[in-house]
Nanobody, 124 residues
Framework: QVQLMESGGGSVQPGGSLRLSCVVS????????MSWFRQAPGQARAGVAR????????KYSDSVKGRFTISQDNAKNTVYLQMNNLEPEDTAVYYC?????????????????WGQGTQVTVSS
């Protein structure tokens, strides 16, 4: 079955950087809508970045625009999230998600496949 496996989370100080990776198995990401979501304790899951590799389309939430970058390595079937200038408000579990078809919504219910999540903690 389709599998998404995130890695790269950890603890960093404010202003630091992390790069998350999402290795995808048995699903071709080249034309898929690939997205990163995050969920902090007591809060709903929220999208932060999404992209369609084949079209060059990317979209970021206002809270991360200019600090986070989503990218893909199609040869490795892997999606990345480079996170710079991290803030305590970025603390959350980060999830990779995939869907086919339109890539025009942050609604988590539209995404068919999910990883297990990786914890990011930003604290001094």
């Amino acid at each position: 079955q389709v599998q998404l496996m995130e890695s790269g989370g950890g603890s960093v100080q404010p202003g630091g950087s992390l790069r998350l990776s999402c290795v995808v198995s048995r699903y071709d990401i080249r034309s898929a809508c690939m997205s990163w979501f995050r969920q902090a304790p007591g809060q709903a899951r929220a999208g932060v970045a999404r992209a369609v590799s084949g079209s060059g389309y990317t979209k970021y939430s206002d809270s991360v625009k200019g600090r986070f970058t989503i990218s893909q390595d199609n040869a490795k079937n892997t999606v990345y999230l480079q996170m710079n200038n991290l803030e305590p408000e970025d603390t959350a579990v980060y999830y990779c998600a995939a869907r086919s078809g339109a890539c025009d919504s942050w609604n988590p219910s539209f995404f068919s496949y999910w990883g297990q999540g990786t914890q990011v903690t930003v604290s001094s």
